[in-house]
C-alpha cells in the first residue's frame, strides 16, 4: 500500500522559516523523483520544486527560487522542503508527489496536503 504522509505545515509570519516533510512508503522511494506542488484558494496546483532519483538534481519554480531547498534522504524514505523567507503569497495546501516512468507506463503518487499559512 503506497503512502506519501506530509507533515510540518502551519502558520508562521512573514519573513519567517518552516520545513516540510514527506514519508513515503509501500514503493521504492530510491527510484522514484520526488516533488512538491502548492495549491493556493482558487487557483491551479504548481509545481514548487522536484528532484530526482539518483543523481538528486533539483529545479524550482521561479517564485521560489533562493527562498525553498527540496532535498531527500533515501535511508529514511523522506524527502523535504525547506521553506525560508516566507511571504503571504506562499499560503497555500503543500502536495508530496512520486512519480517515476517505467517503460512508458508512469506512476504516480499524492499525499493529502499539508497547509503552509502564512500571516501576520
Known amino acids: 500500500q503506497v503512502q506519501l504522509v506530509e507533515s510540518g505545515g502551519g502558520l508562521v509570519q512573514p519573513g519567517g522559516s518552516l520545513r516540510l516533510s514527506c514519508a513515503a512508503s509501500?514503493?521504492?522511494?530510491?527510484?522514484?523523483?520526488m516533488s512538491w506542488y502548492r495549491q493556493a484558494p482558487g487557483k491551479e496546483r504548481e509545481l514548487v520544486a522536484r528532484?530526482?532519483?539518483?543523481?538528486?538534481?533539483?529545479n524550482y519554480a521561479d517564485s521560489v527560487k533562493g527562498r525553498f531547498t527540496i532535498s531527500r534522504d533515501n535511508a529514511k524514505n523522506t524527502v523535504y522542503l525547506q521553506m525560508n523567507s516566507l511571504k503571504p503569497e506562499d499560503t497555500a495546501v503543500y502536495y508530496c508527489?512520486?512519480?517515476?516512468?517505467?517503460?512508458?507506463?508512469?506512476?504516480?503518487?499524492w499525499g493529502q496536503g499539508t497547509q503552509v499559512t502564512v500571516s501576520s
Open positions: 509501500g514503493f521504492t522511494f530510491s527510484s522514484y523523483a
Open positions: 508527489n512520486a512519480n517515476r516512468l517505467v517503460y512508458f507506463r508512469e506512476y504516480d503518487y
Open positions: 528532484i530526482t532519483s539518483v543523481v538528486g538534481i533539483t
